[in-house]
């Protein structure tokens, strides 16, 4: 999948499913969500799970820094793409990031915004991040997501503390491209 396909799926479905269990993923997917995160995973089923997303004809998105038995580094990279039917991965780390990139598979680079120092280091970090979308997480105020909008000059999702309709429109209405949320109920919105 290309960033193209991602990007169409997200404006059909901006609910992005964050499955951390098989329950969770089982209800992704058969879920509305055409993309779905795997936020937990285990290095010895990441084949099976991603297997099982994309037979569901949906993204399928690896979390790479949480998955047990896996370190985070380039080589776990390698490993994904060469055993798992992944279409990309998240990370907090920008060497992660250009390893995905060379390797072909869609980048996600996450960030935890917690303060207006957090927000000026993804202003910094984004001029030379080469990832194809941008998380933040958790839940912002309306008026940072425009300002990381208007900044990144990347596709923005963002997730964490998404519980209800309101703040999917209030994340959407301020111009992010997605939202994700581990909250099953709110998937189909």
Do not use: C
Not at 36 to 59: D, P, R, V
Not at 78 to 100: L, R, V
Not at 107 to 120: C, N, P, T, V, Y
Not at 148 to 171: C, F, Q, T, W, Y
């Amino acid at each position: 999948m290309n960033f193209h396909e991602l990007y169409q799926k997200l404006e059909l479905a901006p609910v992005i499913a964050a499955a951390k269990n098989e329950t969770d993923l089982d209800a992704a997917v058969n879920s509305e969500a055409e993309v779905i995160f795997i936020l937990q995973s285990h290095i010895m089923e990441l084949t099976e799970l991603s297997n099982k997303i994309k037979s569901s004809g949906k993204a399928a998105i690896l979390h790479a820094d949480l998955v047990k038995g896996l370190s985070s580094d380039e080589k776990a990279i390698d490993y994904i793409k060469q055993t798992t039917s992944f279409d990309g991965i998240i990370s907090t780390k920008p060497t992660i990031i250009h390893q995905a990139k060379r390797h072909h598979l869609l980048a996600i680079q996450r960030f935890f915004l917690l303060d207006s120092s957090a927000l000026e280091n993804i202003d910094r970090q984004l001029k030379y991040s080469e990832a194809d979308l941008v998380e933040v997480l958790p839940n912002i105020a309306p008026k940072i997501i425009k300002e990381l909008v208007n900044h990144s000059r990347k596709p923005l999702i963002v997730g964490g503390l998404i519980r209800d309709k309101e703040d999917i429109m209030g994340a959407l209405g301020a111009g992010s491209l997605a939202v994700s949320t581990t909250e099953s109920s709110i998937w189909a919105v």
